[in-house]
DNA sequence: TATTGTTATACTCTATAACTATA
DNA sequence: TATAGTTATAGAGTATAACAATA
């Protein structure tokens, strides 16, 4: 056996996550950042509960991570109309713009990769990604609920603390 | 257009970091540092320089991973034995074994993967993935001789500070 | 002079825990 | 009492720059 699928999978995506890295460089955006940003693009003004779940992060986390937008004037908190606890993260007019941009290189990407695949071998390829896809999200459901009632991996040399 | 094949290798390469992630929750390990690991299981004992290559990270960054490392009994700094300003760092015993475990586990899920894939499509999605990796490898690495030469992308609302 | 790795410093992402304001 | 977000604190990954030891 030579290179198998899963490493194929994961050579594309660290150069996936390369490629992200390279459009940032230089400026004051990052991957977490633009994560929000798309969020914040795709469903409209959000909480920052919502985006830590979009995110699957803490909320603490959005909290740093809006700072930082903020501050770089890619979004504004402003207060939410009726739960005066909450505040909706919003895009700013140029973000907004930028983000335009960006989805239309995300679509332009698609395109691209998909032309490198031959025409007759698309559709299998499709349903290969989707069975894969499905798959991974089973095994990872499976993990969550091992892990929220037991928790832990064999695979460390840590001690057990369990005890 | 519903989902793109972009979004749908996006979708799989977020589950399996998630999957990575829950593996190594409780213990001492990060992506990082199996990261580490894999290239010394797979290498043999590296200088720093070495992982630095590896890892796409710089030399400093190696330092701080292999201080962690270290300091929980996965490797240990041996003297190189023709060059001494260099280091080779070596994996324990204890993390060999584990590291056959993972490489195991690594083996398991290659096989998991390919056998939700029909039969018949797979020789297709095998050629569609090597055709995606590809043209990807293409793709960042004209970005890199971009980005050495000018740098800069023009996504984002930072000031152009090149003035 | 060039290379290997380190110290010093700093920024970002992330988490948990304690707290404030509001529901 | 529960929820939204913050302050405080801490660990990890990463980078650049200056420096030591060795080639």
Redesign the interface.
Known sequence: ?RI??????????S?????MK????????TESRVHVLWVLHHSGPSTQQALAEAL?VTPRTISALVDGLAA???VQRRTHPSDRRAVLVTLME??ER?MS??AA???R??T???S???E???P??????????????Q??HE??VR?DTV????????EDSTA
Do not use: C, N, P
């Open positions: 056996m198998g699928l899963l490493d194929r999978i994961l050579e594309i995506s150069l996936l996550q390369l490629d390279h459009a940032f460089t230089g400026t004051s955006l699957k770089s004037g890619y140029d973000a930028m941009k960006m290189d995300h679509a990407l698609t691209d990769l998909e490198v695949i031959d007759a071998d698309r299998a390829f499709i349903r290969g990604v989707d069975a894969v896809a499905h798959r991974l999200r095994l990872v993990e969550e892990y928790g832990g991996s064999d695979l460390s040399l840590d």
